[in-house]
Nanobody, 125 residues
């Protein structure tokens, strides 16, 4: 059984930065596509970014492109989401999720195999 634990959320002012981490146990992430999703209050969950644990190619939603960076450390079995120039509309619970195979185009809300419990990001002055 794979377990995912997110960390790094918190309260940050607009324009600030945070780095989220998703640590995996039970399997190695190089077999998976890894995604970050978020759900804001009263809204549906949306895909933010994805990375192939094997190939390293990435996907970003238009709303976060050029502000967020996804990366992986296969030695630490951890995926990161570096978030810069944060806006109030980035406020949400951020979830890490994974699925096989390690293909970014298959990284979708409905098809993920394992989910973390989420970490709250609040962007407010």
């Amino acid at each position: 059984q794979v377990q995912l634990v997110e960390s790094g959320g918190g309260l940050v002012q607009p324009g600030g930065s945070l780095r989220l981490s998703c640590a995996a146990s039970g399997d190695t992430l190089d077999r998976y596509a890894i995604g970050w999703f978020r759900q804001a209050p009263g809204k549906e969950r949306e895909k933010v970014s994805c990375i192939s644990g094997r190939f390293g190619n990435t996907y970003y939603a238009d709303s976060v492109k050029d502000r967020f960076t996804i990366s992986r450390d296969n030695v630490k079995n951890t995926v990161y989401l570096e978030m810069n120039s944060l806006k109030p509309e980035d406020t949400a619970v951020y979830y890490c999720a994974i699925r096989t195979p390690a293909i970014v185009t298959m990284c979708n809300d409905y098809g993920m195999d394992y989910w973390g419990k989420g970490t709250l990001v609040t962007v407010s002055s």
